[in-house]
């Protein structure tokens, strides 16, 4: 008789879609509000659009989404996005980047794209192992309005949103577990190509990207390579307590053989590249 009226009472109690987990919004709901915005939905709306759907399917809302939280939301996805597009820069091997420009009431409109061999992310429930696609994917990095349409202003513009994406991810728990920070010299060394249109402009950003790539590349070699020689001379010394006893002279003394090293090692690199008839 007890679970005759127990189960009476649940035919009689509706079911209710349950939108939070304690005090926040479970990732199906904030899915859900990130598929309405991009269908145009507006973000005062929101809320009553998902309230109406669960309602004329017989399980009501929960809770009602505040105009508030739908814009909540979006800035999340927006920091995830980083966050993803930081993770996926930092485990490539390279990636290409495009954009192209208009102007609407004399303000110029630039939209940036980046695309990169992104990993198979319904693989990886299954498997440990990171697997990339062997198709490139065309990632967004957002519509923005300059100034001028110069090619200075359009190359600015490129190493703000790639400065964005490496502070976000090195200052979140998932680029604190990588082994190296992502820089703006590994953003320009994976940087393999910029498509565009025909413009001036646009072939003028590039040239100047190019530009800056080989001068950060040329200095990061530099330094790595010196920090290589130098770590090296450490450990032969008998390591960094060592050297931390040595006195200010035999620090000096060091450091100018480090250097004859280092011009000995580079010219005799140089000369191996050299064809034979240069070699005499």
Known sequence: MKLQKLTQKEQLTPLVHKLKHGQSYILQTQALVHALVLAGCSQTQVGS?????????????????????????????GIAAKLQLGSEISNAKGFTISGDSTSHQKMDIHSQHLSIRAPHYSRLRNTPNQVNSDIPQTQSLG?????????????????????????????????????????????????????????????STAQLLQSMKKDSLTLGDLVQYVSGVKMEQIRDIGGIEVWGQLTEEEHFECDQALMKKIIHQLGQDYYNTLPAHKKR
């Open 143 to 203: 519509v923005t309005s300059n100034l001028d349409h110069s090619s200075e202003t359009s190359k600015q513009g490129w190493v703000q949103v790639a400065v964005d994406v490496i502070d976000t991810f090195n200052s979140s728990p998932l680029g604190k577990k990588v082994d190296e920070k992502l820089t703006m010299c590994t953003f320009l060394k994976l940087l393999k190509g910029m498509n565009g249109d025909h413009a001036s402009t646009e072939k």
């Open 49 to 77: 659009v998902i309230r109406t759907v669960l309602g004329a399917l017989g399980t009501p809302a929960s809770h009602r989404i505040s105009c508030w939280t739908v814009g909540r939301v979006i800035l999340e996805g």
